[in-house]
């Protein structure tokens, strides 16, 4: 292997790493503001990444920007307030119709 196509191969094979690195890191911070938003919201796993994307699009804030708030609000409990009132709307578009382990309704 020559020596300059060698050096720039190890260069892009560096920066795939730290960019596979960054996506690893970045799931995780939205997979655990989904279970917030599952715990908190009572909703399934799968409305919890609708309620995450639509408070992302509505509010013009990246989904990872987002998740990061909500992980702060549930160590803080301070989130600003176009997120928390978006957050509010997408639960209620989102959310469950019946409190789970309610009786059902007639």
Do not use: C, F, Y
């Not at 020596?3 to 997979?31: F, M, N, P, T, Y």
């Not at 702060?72 to 997408?90: F, K, S």
């Amino acid at each position: 292997m020559p020596a300059d196509g060698g050096s720039d191969q190890i260069l892009e094979l560096q920066e795939q790493v730290r960019q596979l690195k960054e996506a690893v890191v970045s799931h995780a911070v939205v997979d655990q503001a989904i279970g917030m938003i599952v715990a908190l919201g009572r909703v399934t796993p799968d409305q919890g990444w609708a309620v995450l994307k639509d408070v992302s699009q509505h509010t013009n804030t990246k989904l990872r920007n987002v998740a990061e708030t909500i992980l702060v609000w549930g160590r803080t409990g301070v989130m600003p307030r176009e997120i928390r009132i978006e957050l509010e709307d997408a639960l209620d578009r989102h959310g469950p119709t019946q409190i789970p382990g309610a009786p059902p309704e007639r």
